[in-house]
């Protein structure tokens, strides 16, 4: 009976680790990283899979978490894919170090390993391999210098950067808009 209390507590745990070259920057400000980021760069994922124009909208939840809205266009399907979650802080509310969590008590770890500190205006974020990988900005388009510095650090820290998908972020048609 307590294995198998102790497995299912892993479980539920074991994705809140981070790859072991990655560390969550310190001195992190949840009040100046609330509101709408857009997707620039991502490692493919099923949940993910054939979205353009995907954003990121943080904002607090009453219970002193973040609520997390992420939104993308389907192609495919012409329509829009919302998907809610919510996360919390797992070492403190200083650093970039959280759990998410899009289904029930099932957390992931969003790891901010780089953030622009002037404005908060990018940020490298990983999950809890280097299979999960973003690069977010507050604008839909990014220097050539800021891509190129998340290729370079992101290798050095194990991701395949080869593998990354640049997110299509062109203006959205006005009779596609209403799920946005």
């Known amino acids: 009976m307590r294995v198998g209390y102790i497995v299912f507590i892993l479980l539920l745990t074991g994705c809140v680790g981070m790859p072991d070259k990655v560390t969550p920057v310190d001195n992190f400000e949840l009040d100046r990283y609330l509101g709408k980021w ?18 990121a909208e943080y904002s607090m939840r009453d219970d002193g978490g973040v609520a997390v809205v992420n939104r993308g266009y389907s192609t495919e399907d012409e329509a829009w894919k919302v998907a809610q979650g919510k996360a919390y802080f797992v070492e403190g509310s200083d650093k970039g170090y959280l759990k998410v969590s899009f289904f029930g008590p099932f957390y992931g770890s969003y790891v901010v390993f780089e953030l622009e500190q002037t404005g908060y205006e990018y940020a490298f974020v990983s999950g809890p391999d280097t299979s999960y990988l973003w690069l977010l900005s507050r604008t839909p388009r990014l220097d050539d210098d800021v891509i190129e510095r998340f290729k370079r650090v992101s290798s050095e820290l194990g991701f395949d950067t080869s593998e990354l998908i640049f997110v299509d972020q062109q203006e959205i048609p006005a009779d596609q808009s209403a799920g946005y």
């Not at 993910?48 to 124009?53: I, V």
């Open 38 to 55: 857009y997707e620039i760069a991502r490692l493919d994922h099923s949940f993910e899979r054939g979205l353009e124009r995907v954003t």
